[in-house]
């Protein structure tokens, strides 16, 4: 029976696999979703079982785990039922501390339950410390991108000697929790020493690099994760764990090449944010030239080829849905409707994707920068709604903060319309030069309102 069962544990890790590969699309990603929760939910059956048949858990040992397993499954639908589109980077980074926090916590139950094993006291150590510093760090990420604690970089006095100093004391308890695992001080320096670093650490970070930082703490997820399977010697949680750090570690990887910026750069933090905020039109003597609803109305009505690049103002304004029905009437006149996604555009990895899926905006709509950039010359208009620094045409000259930025080819297209509630920068802090451009018109108003009224508009020209 036992055999039997970890052949299933190993058919729930294949499963991992495939619904992993299916992520790779939107087209496929919800089956993808689903058979990996439906392997996830296989693995925890046979898990119990095999405890069972070793009758290693008391009758109330089985209690706790039914009761969790009940309320953590009534808060999961809860949250899935009833979150924001716009709120869920916040929830991913939630589930990144869960996930971080309960690997950590196996590993300190092993080691008081006087784990003496050097083969497993090693990953157990490791485990404690990626998976505290995970816990911490996406607590803190969420409460930047919640609005609970401020997202721009938070840099104090001598925060990089301390986190040095961090990383002195919990490499050196955790070398010293391998060499005498029943040390109650070392483990406890451990996790004290890992949850401070995971706080500083994230705290200089600014909100816009959130999309890079919550990749990389889901890839310290899932190594935590891993190591925790390596503990207990799980199998299934190994190569899940080992899954997710992976492909979490070369998104990350990914979202940093598209920022043209490093990975050890933007862990170093203190640099801006996209959130700062500046007064509703044209700032000092900058020229712009500001547009009405009216005016953009009658550019989308005859125009042949629209391409509509999103950006997190869309999400702030919680303006998807109008998106969506903006972009179905041009396509009941005819018009050719795309969407540009960038890969750090909004708040989290697929942060857009996930917006206009949820607006039930096509998937073959949705175009990558690599596939949409030769189109933009075609493009009757291009109509960008929220972004900023990943359509600044500065990013092609050297010496500014974004230079060598991979960035959509917006002010290629005929005519631009951005519609923004001000000319606030970007996160790097510079002025987009998209802005001044004699062919960009910018509408200033909320991304809500401003779709709603160009639907109206539209709609007036048409009947």
Not at 247 to 262: P, V
Not at 336 to 365: F, K, T
Not at 428 to 445: Q, R, S, V
Request: aromatic share 4%; net charge neutral; proline share 5%.
């Amino acid at each position: 029976m036992e055999t039997l069962l970890r052949y299933v544990l190993l058919g729930a890790a294949a499963c991992f696999v495939l619904g992993l590969h299916l992520m790779n699309s939107p087209a496929t990603a919800r089956r993808g979703n689903l058979l990996s929760a439906c392997a996830m939910a296989t693995a925890v059956v046979a898990t119990a079982i095999l405890l069972a048949q070793r009758g290693s858990i008391t009758l109330a040992g089985w209690g706790v785990l039914f009761s969790a397993g009940i309320l953590g499954s009534a808060i999961g639908l809860h949250l899935a039922r009833t979150v924001r589109m716009t709120a869920m980077p916040q929830l991913v980074s939630l589930f990144n501390a869960v996930g971080g926090g309960a690997a950590a916590l196996i590993a300190i139950t092993e080691f008081l339950r006087h784990l003496t094993d050097p083969e497993v006291s090693v990953p157990g150590a490791v485990d404690i410390l990626i998976g505290a510093v995970t816990f911490s760090g996406s607590l803190v990420a969420a409460g930047k991108l919640q609005g609970v604690v401020p997202s721009r970089p938070i840099v104090f006095p001598a925060v990089r000697a301390a986190n040095v100093l961090l990383g002195l004391a919990f490499a050196g308890a955790a070398a010293w929790l391998v060499v005498d695992p029943g040390s109650g001080i070392a483990l406890a320096l451990l996790v004290v020493a890992a949850l401070a670093f995971g706080v500083t650490m994230v705290l200089p970070i600014g909100g816009a690099d959130m999309p890079v930082v919550i990749s990389l703490l889901n890839a310290l997820t899932g190594t935590a994760v891993a190591m925790a399977g390596f503990v207990l010697g799980e199998l299934a949680l190994i190569i899940a764990g080992a899954l997710v750090g992976a492909s979490g570690g070369i998104l990350t990887k990914l979202m940093a090449d598209a920022m043209n910026r490093s990975i050890v750069n933007i862990i170093v933090g203190g640099f801006g944010t996209g959130d700062s905020a500046a007064p509703a039109g044209p700032a000092g003597d900058v020229s712009v030239r500001a547009v009405t609803a009216d005016d953009v109305a009658v550019q989308l009505a005859y125009a042949s080829k629209v391409i509509v690049v999103p950006g997190y103002g869309l999400a702030a304004a919680q303006a998807q849905h109008e998106l969506a029905r903006l972009g179905q009437l041009l396509e009941d006149l005819k018009i050719d409707v795309s969407y540009a996604i960038h890969p750090v555009a909004g708040r989290m990895p697929g942060h857009m994707d996930v917006l206009l899926a949820e607006a039930n905006v096509p998937y073959p709509r949705l175009k990558e920068l690599e596939e949409v950039n030769p189109e933009f010359g075609q493009a009757d208009v291009a109509l960008v709604i929220g972004a900023n620094d990943v359509t600044n045409p500065a990013a092609r000259r050297p010496g500014n903060a974004i230079s060598g930025m991979p960035i959509l080819d917006v002010d290629k297209a005929k005519s631009v319309v951005v519609v923004k509630r001000s000319m606030g920068h970007g996160y790097a802090g510079i002025d987009n030069e998209l802005y001044t451009n004699p062919k960009t018109g910018m509408l200033f108003t909320d991304a809500k309102k401003g779709l709603t009224d160009l639907i109206a508009n539209i709609r007036t020209l048409v009947t």
